[in-house]
């Protein structure tokens, strides 16, 4: 009965994370890149993709995580379309009920236990990150399914933990990138905390077992995580600037750059604004520190408190050095400790409500709702109300416009995140890189436009631009004899 109640705030907080898109069904950058990828191996067989060209002036090699387009290359693009803001909500749904099976194994306290799946749901971050079709929160799951039985296995010493935490490493090496990133990250701390070569060992021959099973394709992917990060360490100044301002005009900036700037100058204090949960670590480090008795003397708990702790400092300090950026932005450490945070936040404050009563209980409560309406503001500015990551009714008529014109064109995209929804959706060819590698290519007009649009036009043979006067207006491009051959709304295609 307690695992069937259990999925009372899963499915909750899958009706938060979602009902966005009964507003705005296309929110999203990316995720054109990923229905792109999951096209690409639909096209080959459900199979690794072979080098890519259709659609990217800019060729490459596919060179993506398999496992999260591998799976959805078996719907069709019509389901795919219809489903596509759905997925994310539904895997994190997936982690929210894993918090409980945790907190449960660990308290054996149903009350704890669903509160810990609240405090989950009601992490701001969370409802942001799965917005939009993305393998994160698949990858954040594969996280946790990977380094808590590890964790746990140098506690308990059960062989059982060992091999389930070398399946879900081996998944997550075809899953997600940054998660994997961060998984090496903790390994590395607690082999230093638990003075065990577990967490590394694990690491490491789940890495040898995929190079293997997937016949070398991962070394492929693993070169493109380190050609995405040495592009950043040459852009890294030019990471939230605007692509024809640069970062002299701040009011051009959009809401994302200047949450992300206001992160970056107040951090490590904001930090707690985006997961107040976070200071559960804190609180029970005080609490052993001091010798303060008011929380429980847990192992578990104590392991919970150092992986909170660590990453937080870790985003931190990511957050403050823009150096930084190409290993991540900061706060997205934070993501890695969701689960940790929200049931730690339980127990504690549970315990505290035996101390304090009913104060506890207020203070709990106003968090919560101070945590939720901080989801709803964002999701209603940056989701509901969004203009430039979104597939808007100007944009489909431009789309449909390219799709009946006799040539296709060669385009270039202002802003240039409009380049993967361009060719999902057209016939066009535009000017983006296929793959990691090639991100070094695109140097000249992303993340800042460094040369003219009309160099750019010579240099790759481009006969059309795709605008959005939102973004720049025509006038401040300075193109030569530039016609304007379709328009609706701010989004003209101009013919240079």
């Not at 989701?383 to 014109?405: A, C, G, H, P, Q």
Request: proline fraction near 4%; charge should be positive; include cysteine.
């Amino acid at each position: 009965m307690h695992y069937l109640l259990a999925f009372i705030i899963p499915l909750l907080s899958f009706i938060l994370q979602s009902y966005p898109r009964v507003f705005n069904k296309y929110f999203g950058v990316d995720v054109w890149t990923r229905l792109l990828e999951i096209q690409h191996i639909k096209e080959s067989g459900h199979r690794i993709p072979d080098k890519i060209t259709k659609g990217f002036i800019i060729d490459g090699y596919f060179d993506y995580p398999i496992l999260f387009p591998w799976l959805f290359s078996f719907f069709s693009k019509k389901t795919l379309l219809n489903i596509q803001g759905f997925v994310s909500p539904f895997f994190d749904s997936l982690q929210n009920y894993f918090v409980f099976i945790v907190a449960y194994f660990l308290t054996q306290d149903l009350a704890i236990s669903i509160v810990a799946q609240i405090i989950y749901a009601l992490t701001p971050m969370i409802p942001i990150e799965n917005s939009y079709m993305t393998p994160r929160s698949l990858g954040y799951f594969m996280f946790t399914l990977a380094f808590f039985p590890v964790l746990y296995y140098n506690i308990d010493n059960q062989q059982i933990f060992l091999f389930v935490e070398f399946i879900f490493t081996c998944l997550l090496f075809i899953t997600h990138r940054f998660a994997l990133q961060s998984l090496l990250f903790i390994s590395v701390f607690f082999t230093f905390v638990d003075r065990s070569v577990i967490y590394i060992l694990n690491f490491t021959f789940a890495f040898i077992t995929i190079a293997l099973l997937t016949n070398g394709y991962y070394l492929r992917v693993a070169k493109g995580h380190l050609a995405n990060i040495y592009f950043w360490v040459k852009n890294y100044k030019d990471r939230f600037a605007h692509q024809i301002y640069g970062n002299k005009e701040t009011k051009k900036q959009d809401w994302v750059g200047i949450i992300y700037n206001l992160l970056s100058v107040f951090s490590p204090i904001f930090l707690f604004g985006i997961s107040v949960w976070t200071l559960s670590g804190i609180i029970y480090l005080a609490d052993i520190y001091f010798n303060l008795g008011i929380l429980p003397d847990n192992v578990v708990y104590l392991k919970f408190a150092l992986w909170i702790v660590f990453f937080y400092i870790f985003g931190a300090i990511v957050l403050k050095f823009k150096q930084l950026i190409p290993i991540g932005e900061g706060q997205r450490y934070l993501e890695m400790t969701t689960v940790p945070a929200a049931i730690l936040s339980s127990v504690i404050f549970f315990s505290l409500m035996k101390e304090y009563g009913a104060i506890s209980i207020v203070i709990f409560i106003l968090l919560c709702l101070g945590n939720l309406g901080m989801i709803i503001f964002i999701q209603i500015k940056g989701i509901v109300r969004d203009k430039n990551r979104s597939l808007t009714n100007e944009l489909v008529d431009v789309f449909n416009y390219i799709n009946k014109m006799k040539k296709a064109p060669r385009i270039i995209c202002i802003p240039h995140q409009n380049t993967t929804m361009t060719i999902y959706n057209t016939k066009a060819d535009v000017l983006v890189n296929a793959d990691n590698p090639g991100l070094m290519k695109v140097t000249d007009f992303y993340p800042v436009l460094k040369k003219s649009v009309e160099d750019l036009k010579k240099e790759y043979k481009i006969d059309h631009l795709l605008l959005r006067e939102s973004f720049v207006k025509l006038k401040e491009l300075k193109l030569k004899n530039p016609k304007v051959v379709f328009k609706s709304g701010d989004v003209k295609l101009i013919k240079i």
